[in-house]
């Protein structure tokens, strides 16, 4: 597959993704870009707002396998990972793989689940296998999860530490439809529910043969020196107490490098670096308590380093220049 061949894919994935998330393209294909990439998103809003019926579209237009689970306060490790049960009949062991192993997971309300729970995801995540009684198993091509949290309740939930949120290439909002786009959603919906009419777009080793060629996207010095500017101007900020990891940095270049792709590039530009960095980024930078309580939050942090770092500046006929 060519690389004009795999943009008119993408487009015709975010095309078919809108006409169930309506008014939402910027969100659907920030959410692309992170399958391209092959990172995880979390997807953080109040309830009611399309998170998990996002989830459940992409899958169905990527096709492969997909597995849902429902975090709870009594889900245990092996319901996530999977069990080894022996059967009497044949006096074997045999490994019942649990929904973390398929293409596509959805993990609602992540933040639901004790720590030892969500810790079940973190070798998933990084590594893309999972272990079970010694015996590792190897996760399928590709493998995205997404998880979903209310960021208002506290009562009966446990925060993600920063270890397990920084293995999140993106945090996403949806955010509340404005009226007209409200409107046209009651419309669509009335009778039918579009996301069970879809049918896959993309084959999983589709997606798998452009996540490899994303990686070969170039990405000038010049950009890769201001991203670690970025960074280390982060790790200084008077706002922050945590700032952006060196995780987060190649994460934010690869995500760079992804959005280019999907705009018919395979070479970065400055504008594919804004395009993603406060997705990237405002889930990286924690700030400390008194600048918080002034109304600091990760996202005004990111559009503070952004706003206070010269960006290179980009010409078509001599290319990128400090």
């Given at each position: 597959m060519n690389h004009d061949q795999a943009c008119d894919l993408l487009e015709r994935?975010?095309?078919?993704?809108?006409?169930?998330?309506?008014?939402?393209?910027?969100?659907?294909?920030?959410?692309?870009?992170?399958?391209?990439?092959?990172?995880?998103?979390?997807?953080?809003?109040?309830?009611?707002?399309?998170?998990?019926?996002?989830?459940?579209?992409?899958?169905?237009?990527?096709?492969?396998?997909?597995?849902r689970i429902q975090f709870t306060s009594d889900l245990m490790p092996s319901d996530v990972t999977g069990v080894t049960v022996y059967h009497n009949h044949n006096g074997q062991f045999q490994f019942r793989p649990g929904p973390i192993i398929s293409?596509?997971?959805?993990?609602?309300?992540?933040?639901?689940?004790?720590?030892?729970?969500?810790?079940?995801?973190?070798?998933a995540m990084e590594e893309r296998k999972v272990t079970v009684d010694g015996e590792t198993h190897i996760l399928p091509k590709p493998f995205l999860l997404l998880a979903t949290?209310?960021?208002?309740?506290?009562?009966?939930?446990?925060?993600?530490?920063?270890?397990?949120?920084?293995?999140?290439?993106?945090?996403?909002?949806?955010?509340?439809?404005?009226?007209?786009?409200?409107?046209?959603?009651?419309?669509?919906?009335?009778?039918?529910?579009p996301v069970e009419e879809l049918r896959p777009v993309l084959l999983p080793e589709e997606m798998v043969q452009m996540q490899r060629q994303v990686r070969t996207v170039f990405v000038d010095e010049v950009i890769k020196k201001y991203l670690v500017e970025v960074a280390q101007v982060s790790r200084n900020h008077p706002q922050t107490l945590l700032g952006i990891s060196p995780r987060?940095?190649?994460?934010?270049?690869?995500?760079?490098?992804?959005?280019?792709?999907?705009?018919?590039?395979?070479?970065?530009?400055?504008?594919?670096?804004?395009?993603?960095?406060?997705?990237?980024?405002?889930?990286?930078?924690?700030?400390?308590?008194?600048?918080?309580?002034?109304?600091?939050?990760?996202d005004k942090v990111v559009m503070d380093l952004l706003n206070q770092t010269s960006v290179p500046m980009f010409s078509r006929a001599k290319g990128l220049t400090s």
């Amino acid at each position: 597959m060519n690389h004009d061949q795999a943009c008119d894919l993408l487009e015709r994935l975010v095309n078919r993704v809108d006409t169930v998330i309506v008014g939402k393209r910027k969100e659907i294909e920030l959410a692309v870009v992170a399958m391209l990439y092959g990172g995880h998103i979390l997807l953080e809003d109040v309830p009611g707002v399309g998170k998990t019926l996002l989830v459940r579209t992409l899958a169905a237009c990527l096709g492969g396998t997909f597995g849902r689970i429902q975090f709870t306060s009594d889900l245990m490790p092996s319901d996530v990972t999977g069990v080894t049960v022996y059967h009497n009949h044949n006096g074997q062991f045999q490994f019942r793989p649990g929904p973390i192993i398929s293409n596509i997971v959805l993990a609602d309300e992540i933040n639901r689940a004790a720590p030892r729970t969500q810790s079940a995801l973190l070798e998933a995540m990084e590594e893309r296998k999972v272990t079970v009684d010694g015996e590792t198993h190897i996760l399928p091509k590709p493998f995205l999860l997404l998880a979903t949290q209310n960021p208002l309740e506290y009562e009966g939930t446990y925060r993600l530490p920063e270890a397990q949120l920084d293995r999140f290439l993106m945090r996403i909002t949806l955010g509340y439809p404005g009226p007209d786009q409200e409107i046209e959603m009651l419309g669509r919906l009335q009778e039918s529910r579009p996301v069970e009419e879809l049918r896959p777009v993309l084959l999983p080793e589709e997606m798998v043969q452009m996540q490899r060629q994303v990686r070969t996207v170039f990405v000038d010095e010049v950009i890769k020196k201001y991203l670690v500017e970025v960074a280390q101007v982060s790790r200084n900020h008077p706002q922050t107490l945590l700032g952006i990891s060196p995780r987060g940095t190649l994460a934010w270049m690869g995500a760079s490098q992804a959005m280019a792709y999907i705009k018919g590039r395979m070479y970065v530009i400055p504008d594919d670096v804004k395009a993603v960095a406060e997705a990237v980024l405002s889930h990286r930078i924690v700030p400390r308590t008194e600048a918080r309580m002034s109304g600091a939050s990760g996202d005004k942090v990111v559009m503070d380093l952004l706003n206070q770092t010269s960006v290179p500046m980009f010409s078509r006929a001599k290319g990128l220049t400090s």
